[in-house]
């Protein structure tokens, strides 16, 4: 994109604050991983920087869980202009229901781990993984729990999401100025 992609605007607001208001509507607080440097300060969140620079989203999730006392963390990247408060809630209830570890969104038979929900139980086996040099957002998930059990993955596939969330692609995200340009005339095409 050229440019920090949470920090361009669709429609009336950025595409980091699409995301913060999909969470603000299913948690008392929503904590914004911002890497090595804060950013995003107009936003008005509890920013949280990496332990460690240049690790990645996988590092981000280990210093939220690090930095709050939350059993759950609902992660959304912030490049998805489509998604809604409804995908995490899913997931949520999915990882409740099933008593999973981590709620990933699919689609298209892609897994998406950054529309996902994560337990706490996987903090240890996240670093673990990235002291092995891992930076894979998946890349602990053979891992064991500090209870010795394995980490019990789930999917909750777009098709099983209500009809009306899946009329727009929610797990659309966007990486070049052309697909920006394309989803601000979809999206206006749409209102």
């Avoid at 086996?125 to 729990?145: E, K, Q």
């Amino acid at each position: 994109m050229g440019t920090d992609k949470g920090s361009l605007s669709f429609g009336q607001e950025t595409l980091a604050s699409r995301s913060v208001r999909a969470l603000d509507a299913i948690t008392d607080e929503v904590v914004l991983a911002c890497g090595s440097e804060p950013k995003y300060p107009e936003l008005g969140l509890k920013l949280v920087q990496d332990s460690g620079a240049g690790l990645g989203p996988l590092e981000g999730i280990a210093s939220c869980f690090e930095s709050c006392d939350a059993e759950w963390l609902a992660v959304l990247a912030c490049d998805l202009p489509n998604i809604v408060s409804e995908v995490p809630a899913a997931l949520l209830r999915r990882a409740f229901e099933r008593q999973l570890d981590v709620c990933m969104l699919s689609s298209r038979g892609q897994r998406e781990p950054l529309i996902a929900v994560y337990r706490r139980s996987c903090l240890a086996p996240i670093r673990a993984a990235l002291s092995a040099g891992s930076r894979r957002v998946d890349s602990f998930h053979s891992l064991l729990r500090t209870d010795g059990l394995e980490l019990m993955i789930g999917m909750l596939d777009v098709a099983d999401l209500p009809e009306e969330i899946r009329r727009t692609d929610v797990t659309m995200n966007l990486n070049t100025p052309a697909q920006l340009a394309a989803a601000i005339s979809e999206s206006t095409d749409r209102t």
